[in-house]
């Protein structure tokens, strides 16, 4: 190509210019106020002048056990859903991978849980796990399964098992993508020439498949994982964070801080804690990515 | 001869069963949800349970549509999301012919830059919005929103464009800035109508992503009748004594609209989806 020319050079900032002017005034300049929100002592409640403060909104919160519980249920969750998630996507990944008929049916069948609303999701599972008459207790009860009723979203910890199923019943699929666009792209001569030579299914799956999957295995771990962290939606309208804050994530718990206590101080320095390990995860996600490309 | 036949057949037999397998795991919620919408409360609430409704009723439906705000949540969600849409993909297309045809310093860097601003979680910018589009009068108000969507989702739809810019070969634009044209007007004339399919995957993206938004739409359209369509069926169970009959109907309109446009436009959202997740 052509060296480009300080007027073409121009030109190419100025038409990226307003998408940077909007996104940068709705993601990054909040995100940087929110910092300096959560070293003030800024509060709706007493409307009073901002004041530096220092770290003490964070030594609240981190004295604050519904916090602390709510930073280790987020990480749970999003382990073991990720963990769940994967693998469940690999196995569709892998089956789909083969030539099906039906094959728009079956790609509206794997899109569909992506589409659906969060959190109209999450009323739909809650109708299904209503204890009295949603559709797994009638199943379980009528068939004798279960002498009792089970409590799907009212006990700990089994409402936290319930609201990972759903997380992982509705974003496998969207794993299953990803992977499946990386499954694509490996040469089916690799598997041939290995096939000859005797390898068998398992292991060419170990010694071909796998290794060349790894960026998009990785890919696809950054996006669910940073994704499952800032989890809102699933609990709020599942099981309200309950019983007793069994289910609240850190998003839900910053949400109440603003607008159920107008904290918006502490509330942002609960902000700060969550954001900073999304960007620890991204940058963790895109290392890995980098030495692997090399 | 019997035997590879015999092989074949047990194969594809498996193919259909875990095909059906896949429809029932992830259609049976949605089936549940809409069996209840067309039961009658008896036979919502009836022991031994119900499953195919005795009477099937439309009944609910009419309470939803005319006894209930939905109608208006459906409307706010369909403003919102297409003015959004719009917004974002003027934008987006915009910046993302530069990224795809013009060699500039830092190009590299501002990508990233975008790249980086999509995995913003919304609690980290919500703060700092409230109390800024209060003061301008943008809580409570759909152009607020649509300003705060079109930050949100113009980066994947400024990804998804710009992989598919690239993808349109050279030759055509060039002549045509030989003849004069503007870069704006080789955008408009040329390579837009020739990105069809990738503008209406990011566009296919946008809406759906905006339909589904729920935390800043709560925050920021908290006013009863300004609510969307997803935040204002979730709040329903806090607000009223659960009437599962009526929720179960709201939820299954509110996502038919999203169902009807992924499986007519699978191919090209998939398309968009995976864009540029392999390099």
Redesign the interface.
């Known amino acids: ?1 052509v060296r ?1 020319h300080s007027n ?6 100025l ?2 210019l ?3 002017i ?10 940087v ?2 910092i300096g ?1 959560s070293l003030s002592n800024f509060s709706f409640l007493k409307g009073t002048a901002r004041s530096f403060v220092g770290l003490s909104n964070y030594l609240s919160i981190f004295s604050n056990r519904e916090f602390v519980s709510s930073l280790s249920n987020t990480l749970v969750f999003t382990l073991i859903t990720v963990f769940l998630e994967l693998l469940a996507g690999m196995v ?1 990944a892998l ?1 789909l991978n ?1 030539s ?3 094959m ?25 796990f ?1 204890p ?2 949603g ?1 797994f207790n ?2 379980l009860v ?1 068939l004798g399964l279960t002498s009792a009723r089970i409590n799907w979203l009212g006990e700990i910890p089994l409402s936290m098992y319930s609201m990972m199923a759903v997380a992982v ?1 509705k974003t496998s ?2 794993m299953a ?2 992977l499946l ?2 499954l694509q ?1 490996i040469p089916a001569e690799l598997h041939e020439a290995a096939e000859i030579d005797g390898a068998g299914w398992f292991s060419r799956l170990l010694k071909i498949t796998l290794p060349l999957l790894i ?2 295995i990785l ?1 696809a771990l950054l996006f669910r994982s ?1 994704d499952a ?2 989890a ?2 699933l609990p ?2 599942l099981t ?1 964070g309950g019983p007793a804050g069994s289910t609240q994530t ?2 839900l718990f ?2 109440r801080q ?2 159920q206590f107008l904290k ?1 101080d502490s ?2 320095a ?3 804690v ?2 900073v390990l ?2 620890i995860l ?1 940058a963790f996600y895109l290392r890995v990515f980098r030495t692997e490309n090399d | 001869m019997i035997g590879t036949n015999l092989q074949a057949a047990v194969k594809t037999a498996l193919k259909y069963l875990f095909m059906s397998f896949l429809v029932v795991l992830f259609f049976f919620p949605v089936a549940w949800i809409f069996l209840t919408s067309i039961k009658t409360t008896g036979d919502i609430y009836a022991w031994p349970p119900v499953y195919i409704p005795r009477h099937p009723t439309l009944q609910n439906y009419h309470a939803v549509l005319f006894g209930s705000k939905l109608g208006r949540y459906l409307a706010n969600s369909i403003i919102v999301s297409s003015m959004s849409t719009v917004s974002v993909l003027f934008f987006s297309s915009i910046a993302g012919y530069s990224f795809a045809r013009i060699r500039f310093a830092g190009r590299r860097l501002l990508m990233l830059f975008f790249l980086s601003m999509s995995m913003f979680p919304q609690l980290a910018i919500v703060p700092a919005l409230f109390i800024w589009f209060r003061k301008l009068g943008l809580i409570n108000n759909y152009l607020g929103i649509v300003i705060a969507y079109t930050g949100l989702f113009s980066p994947i739809a400024l990804w998804i464009l710009t992989t598919y810019f690239r993808t349109i070969p050279l030759e055509i634009e060039e002549s045509a800035k030989l003849d004069g044209c503007s870069r704006l007007r080789v955008l408009w004339a040329i390579l837009l109508p020739l990105s069809i399919p990738g503008v209406i995957a990011a566009a296919l993206i946008v809406f759906i992503q905006t339909w589904n938004e729920f935390f800043l739409a709560l925050v920021m359209l908290s006013k009863n009748e300004l609510r969307t369509a997803t935040v204002g069926i979730a709040l329903y169970p806090g607000e009223y004594a659960f009437p599962w009959e009526l929720i179960t109907t709201a939820t299954f309109l509110a996502i038919v609209p999203i169902v009807l446009l992924t499986s007519v436009f699978q191919k090209q959202i998939i398309g968009g989806l995976t864009a540029g997740s392999v390099k």
Do not use: H, K
Not at chain 1, 8 to 13: L, V
Not at chain 1, 22 to 31: E, K, S, T
Not at chain 1, 115 to 124: E, F
């Open positions: 190509m480009a073409d050079s121009r030109c190419g900032i038409l990226v307003p998408v940077f909007i996104v940068g005034g709705i993601l990054f300049l909040p995100a106020y929110t929100l569709l089956i083969r099906f008929a039906f728009g049916l079956l790609r509206t069948t794997i899109l569909f849980p992506w589409a659906l609303p969060t959190a109209l999701n999450a009323i739909i599972w809650r109708w299904l209503n009295d008459f559709l009638c199943i009528s019943w699929s969207f993508l990803i666009t990386g792209t960026p998009s890919l940073m962290f800032r809102f939606e709020f309208a309200e850190l998003s910053g949400y603003f607008f918006f509330g942002s609960v902000s700060v969550q954001f999304i960007m991204g």
